[in-house]
C-alpha cells in the first residue's frame, strides 16, 4: 500500500537497551522527519533527512541516531534508552508543494 | 524564530453549531500553512492545505482560511457532529525552509 508506515505500533524496553524505530515511504519523498510528541510540549524535530546520506538534527536530537541509505527508509535508532524517551513517536515525509504526511506513530515506555 | 500559536487550547460546543479555530505565526515569510487533525492515540491526518498565494481551501464542511500580513488562519468547521472531536494542529512552513507546529486545540464536540 502506498503511504508511509512505522512499525513497531507499541514498544516496551528497558533503560540502557538500544531500540529502533522504522519508518518507511512509498512515495520517495526527498524530505522526512522524526518528531517526539509528549504532554505539554507538542511537536519536537528529534532528526530530519533531506535525501539519502543526509541528515541533519532537529530540536532535540540527544540520545538519538538516524540513518538514510534508502530514500525509503529512515530508522530512528535510541542507543541506550532512558525513561526520558517514552513518548510517542511519529515519521513524517514531505511531497509536493511541501505537504507533510504522517505515519500513524509508535508509542514507545522505557521502563 | 517562527512562532506558532493557537488559541483555544481546548473547546466544547453542542453538535450542529459552527466553529472556528484560530492559528497564529508570528513570521508572515511563509510558504504554506497545513491544518492536521488527530484523534487519540493516533497519527496527524492532513485537512487543508494553503499556500502563501491562496487566501483559502475548501473541503466538505472544512474551509481553512489565511490572511499573511496579519499572521492568521483560521479553520472553519460547518455543521459540527461529535464524529469531528479531536485535536486540531496547524503547521507553518517558512521561506527559510523551517517548520513549526502549533500545540493544537481540542475539540469536543457534544450530541
Known amino acids: 500500500d502506498a503511504g508511509i508506515t512505522q512499525s513497531p505500533r507499541y514498544k516496551i524496553t528497558e533503560t540502557g537497551r538500544q531500540v529502533t524505530l522504522m519508518c518507511h515511504q512509498t512515495w520517495s519523498h526527498s524530505y522526512m522527519f522524526w518528531y517526539r510528541q509528549d504532554l505539554g510540549h507538542g511537536l519536537r524535530l528529534i532528526y530530519y533527512?533531506?535525501?539519502?546520506?543526509?541528515?541533519d538534527k532537529g530540536e532535540v536530537p540527544d540520545g538519538y541516531v538516524v540513518s538514510r541509505s534508502k530514500t525509503e527508509n529512515f530508522p530512528l535508532t535510541l542507543e541506550s534508552a532512558t525513561r526520558s524517551q517514552t513518548s510517542v513517536y511519529f515519521c513524517?515525509?514531505?511531497?509536493?508543494?511541501?505537504?507533510?504526511?504522517f505515519g500513524s506513530g509508535t508509542q514507545l515506555s522505557v521502563l | 524564530k517562527q512562532e506558532v500559536t493557537q488559541i483555544p487550547a481546548a473547546l466544547s460546543v453542542p453538535e450542529g453549531e459552527n466553529l472556528v479555530l484560530n492559528c497564529s505565526f508570528t513570521d508572515s515569510a511563509i510558504y504554506n500553512l497545513q491544518w492536521f487533525r488527530q484523534d487519540p492515540g493516533k497519527g496527524l491526518t492532513s485537512l487543508l492545505l494553503i499556500q502563501s498565494s491562496q487566501r483559502e481551501q475548501t473541503s466538505g464542511r472544512l474551509n481553512a482560511s489565511l490572511d499573511k500580513s496579519s499572521g492568521r488562519s483560521t479553520l472553519y468547521i460547518a455543521a459540527s457532529q461529535p464524529g469531528d472531536s479531536a485535536t486540531y494542529l496547524c503547521a507553518v512552513i517558512s521561506n527559510n525552509n523551517d517548520m513549526r507546529f502549533g500545540a493544537g486545540t481540542r475539540l469536543t464536540v457534544k450530541p
Open positions: 513524517a515525509s514531505r511531497g509536493q508543494e511541501l505537504k507533510l504526511f
Open positions: 533527512s533531506a535525501a539519502a546520506d543526509i541528515t
